[in-house]
């Protein structure tokens, strides 16, 4: 009894309504997967995709293995971690001992032997301190550092590190500009935020030409800005920059580039206070740390 054209919209409707459901159906898992997915690579070992486990098509099966898969990657790292932090910490007893020894060692040794025993003494300190730097960088990644926090001028900090980096700038011939201020309060540890910020300008200092700049800014947050007129780094290294142990081959060698834990120190304890730290290449060459910190709000 109806007309020709309410059968065919109808029609048509109902075929819109049932290929909007087929197609939400489909494509709600494969966003969820592709999130996960993103999440996972950014190094979140947190990322699962939201797929049910009532669901046994294909895309119920893929989403399940990867939840899978990343529950055994998440555990592989996290047995890496924890592997490397007792090693470093069952090496300090044996470390310790060696260098009593060595010091006792020195109080009886003839002249000719004292060389020996300096070297020996030095490449023990230096070892303790690597360990002491895989111990910090596995506390700050395990979220188990202790953080001291209290309220404290940023500018004070800035001025302790400055004083020494700039030393150490002249030794090398190097010019380190600063420009800016930072007279605002931070709830920060002060002894981390300027293990971190010594690190960057020591990296900077390591790898620059002639200058090393570094700016301070702040308003809804605090921005400082470390840039050095080196070579700089390929930019598909850059986000590897920051990893334990990692040096680019041919600048940042054993010899030049020292054991490759001071970025991941710095890394990591500015976001254990909330910031982020982001390496960048400028233009004209250089490379460039830039640190955000959350200022106290009043």
């Not at 009593?100 to 300190?125: D, P, V």
């Not at 850059?238 to 120190?265: H, M, N, W, Y």
Request: charged share 20%.
């Amino acid at each position: 009894l109806m007309p020709k054209w309410i059968k065919i919209s109808i029609a048509i409707i109902a075929s819109l309504i049932l290929s909007f459901l087929f197609s939400r159906n489909l494509i709600a898992p494969i966003n969820s997967l592709k999130k996960a997915a993103i999440k996972l690579s950014a190094g979140d070992l947190t990322a699962r995709a939201a797929i049910s486990v009532n669901r046994k098509d294909e895309l119920g099966i893929l989403g399940r293995d990867f939840n899978r898969m990343a529950d055994q990657l998440a555990q592989l790292i996290s047995a890496q971690k924890r592997l490397l932090a007792d090693i470093s910490h069952e090496l300090r007893s044996p470390l310790t001992r060696l260098k009593m020894a060595t010091g006792l060692a020195q109080m009886q040794a003839s002249e000719a032997s004292q060389s020996y025993l300096l070297r020996i003494e030095k490449e023990a300190n230096q070892l303790d301190k690597m360990i002491a730097d895989v111990l910090q960088v596995s506390r700050l990644e395990a979220n188990s550092q202790a953080l001291s926090l209290h309220k404290q001028s940023l500018q004070d900090i800035v001025e302790h590190v400055l004083n020494d980096a700039t030393f150490e700038a002249k030794q090398h011939n190097k010019q380190l500009q600063v420009s800016g201020s930072a007279a605002v309060t931070l709830n920060c540890d002060e002894a981390l935020i300027a293990s971190a910020l010594e690190n960057l300008l020591r990296n900077a200092i390591k790898y620059a030409q002639h200058t090393i700049s570094l700016t301070l800014k702040h308003g809804d947050a605090i921005y400082i800005e470390i840039c050095d007129d080196g070579p700089g780094v390929p930019n598909n290294q850059l986000s590897k920059l920051c990893e334990p142990f990692f040096r680019q081959s041919d600048a940042r060698d054993r010899v030049s580039g020292g054991t490759g834990l001071g970025l991941a120190i710095a890394k990591n304890a500015i976001i254990a206070h909330g910031g982020s730290l982001v390496l960048s290449n400028k233009p004209q060459g250089g490379l460039c740390a830039m640190v955000t910190l959350p200022i106290i709000k009043e």
